[in-house]
């Protein structure tokens, strides 16, 4: 085999044979193939697409370059959900010890924000002495204890990924829905889980601006799960404006623990209890309802045990930042934009999240915001409060919020549904 022939198969708009992506992902893990090759080959992709077989066996073939785990000693069925990642979505830490308290177990595999968009490790880092690197035996601990377990993935599960992502990071190719496809789930089979649901974010916070691709990318990846024995299904979800109150890393754990407590915004219960009835559904456990688990604070235990399991204090007060900026109301009337990118943007900026993989994150650091759209302010009143460890990065971060607020004197908010479609 030889590099230049994959590559002009694909530039020319042919199919690769099996044999060609077993062989080009083997020895790009190797470092046989050069990165400029399989740039080249990346780009190509990104303009020719591939078709369901072509990323059925990428996909393989990305799982087959490290371990897979295997879940099978634990006497519950395993589930899981992906998130391709928002503004303010915190869904992750209510959903695991909920959907443990109603009889699954969650094995999940989290990342760490990049961007505009937050990571669910960095969000759990706000929690004292918690601990995101796990080894596999921890791992199998923790699920067994308490029946969800959130860490970090480990650098044997599909090593491919980890090179070829951050090769597309700076070649301009990572908008390739083959491509994030196969990417996302070499590490989700890879992670062992029998049953998945994935939660495809659409609108401006989000990787997937449109309703349409995020649809083609759900679909792809439901295929890239049904070929793989995973059962898969998708919900395309609104991030046109940022779920619930909280952006930022401890600012979101509170939020969640609200939620865990029976409260906390009506968006995030609503996809939290959504997205806990898919993953059960997926996994064939009928058992309890999640809002009974919420109710009856079973949910809320399965948390505090999953906390300390991973060193974590749940009684632990959360970093609070040392400097915050209010942000009022300009006009009174319907808020009918708080713009997810924006938001986004802002917290980012205060310190919420990070630039280079290498960077730290400020905990404290982020954005409340006091009004959702949809809901009357008056001149005036707060609309968000900022918060950041140093008063200096308050301008950058209110030049990111410049044309993200809409106030109108009457009228209705143009929002996309909460829930916009299940692909299954
Ligand atoms: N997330 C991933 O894990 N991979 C991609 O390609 C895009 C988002």
């Given at each position: 085999m030889d590099a230049i022939d994959v590559i002009v198969t694909k530039r020319e708009g042919g199919r690769l044979s099996p044999e060609q992506i077993d062989w080009v992902i083997d020895a790009y893990t190797r470092g046989e193939v050069a990165e400029e090759q399989m740039s080249a080959l990346a780009m190509a992709i990104l303009l020719n697409?591939?078709?369901?077989?072509?990323?059925?066996?990428?996909?393989?073939?990305?799982?087959?370059?490290?371990?897979?785990?295997?879940?099978?000693?634990?006497?519950?069925?395993?589930?899981?959900?992906?998130?391709?990642?928002?503004?303010?979505?915190?869904?992750?830490?209510?959903?695991?010890?909920?959907?443990?308290?109603?009889?699954?177990?969650?094995?999940?595999?989290?990342?760490?924000?990049?961007?505009?968009t937050g990571g669910t490790l960095d969000k759990l880092e706000s929690i004292s002495g918690w601990r995101a690197s796990l080894s596999t035996g921890e791992m199998l601990r923790v699920l067994r204890d308490t029946g969800a377990v959130v860490c970090a993935a480990g650098g044997g599960l599909a090593p491919a990924d980890r090179k070829l992502y951050a090769l597309r990071d700076v070649t301009g190719t990572v908008e390739s829905i083959p491509l994030i496809a196969s990417s996302i789930m070499s590490k989700k089979i890879a992670e062992g889980t029998g049953a998945l649901v994935l939660d495809v974010k659409v609108g401006s916070g989000a990787f997937m601006k449109t309703v349409e691709h995020a649809r083609e990318l759900a679909a792809t990846m439901v295929a890239i799960g049904a070929d793989h024995g995973v059962r898969t299904v998708a919900l395309l979800t609104a991030m046109d404006r940022p779920l619930g109150r909280a952006v930022g890393n401890a600012l979101e754990v509170a939020e969640a623990v609200q939620v865990l407590a029976g409260g906390g915004p009506p968006d995030v219960v609503e996809l939290t209890l959504t997205l806990a009835r898919e993953m059960l559904a997926a996994a064939g456990v009928d058992g309890k309802d999640p809002a009974d688990a919420l109710a009856d604070g079973s949910a809320m235990d399965v948390w505090r045990r999953m906390i300390s399991a991973q060193g974590g204090?749940?009684?632990?007060?959360?970093?609070?930042?040392?400097?915050?900026?209010?942000?009022?109301?300009?006009?009174?009337?319907?808020?009918?934009?708080?713009?997810?990118?924006?938001?986004?943007?802002a917290a980012w900026r205060l310190g919420a999240g990070r630039a280079r993989k290498e960077d730290p994150v400020s905990f404290g650091a982020g954005a409340l915001c006091h009004a959702a759209p949809g809901e009357r302010v008056t001149a005036g009143q707060p609309l968000l409060t900022l918060y950041a460890d140093d008063a200096a990065r308050f301008p950058r971060a209110l030049a990111a919020l410049d044309g993200a607020v809409e106030i109108v004197p009457d009228g209705a908010p143009d929002l996309l549904p909460l829930v916009i479609d299940r692909i299954a």
């Open positions: 697409g591939m078709d369901r077989a072509e990323v059925a066996r990428w996909t393989e073939a990305m799982i087959r370059s490290g371990e897979r785990m295997d879940w099978s000693v634990l006497d519950r069925p395993t589930t899981d959900k992906h998130s391709t990642g928002g503004v303010g979505d915190k869904i992750t830490l209510p959903l695991a010890p909920l959907v443990a308290a109603c009889g699954a177990a969650v094995p999940q595999l989290s990342g760490r924000g990049l961007g505009h204090d749940p009684d632990a007060e959360l970093p609070v930042a040392r400097e915050s900026h209010v942000v009022t109301a300009p006009a009174t009337g319907v808020l009918t934009r708080l713009d997810a990118y924006g938001v986004g943007v």
